[in-house]
């Protein structure tokens, strides 16, 4: 098993430039290794595509709840 960390910063500009919000979120997502090349890479894409869909709700979410 191991776990695949991923960090995303973001800044919410105004239509003056200057930055609203400023601020980042960080997924850590786990993912088998079998050590096994083909299986290793196919868990470890998963894994990263699994964190980049739950980056994208925290963003999604934390800027919806900042223009709410």
Do not use: W
Request: glycine share 2%; no cysteine; hydrophobic share 40%.
């Amino acid at each position: 098993r191991d776990d695949l960390a991923l960090v995303a910063k973001y800044d919410l500009i105004n239509e003056k430039g200057q930055a609203v919000l400023q601020d980042r979120a960080r997924v850590i997502t786990s993912y088998d290794v079998l050590n096994q090349p083909f299986s290793d890479l196919q868990s470890h894409n998963d894994a990263l595509q699994r964190g980049t869909e739950q980056l994208s709700q925290m963003i999604q979410t934390r800027i919806a709840v900042f223009l709410k």
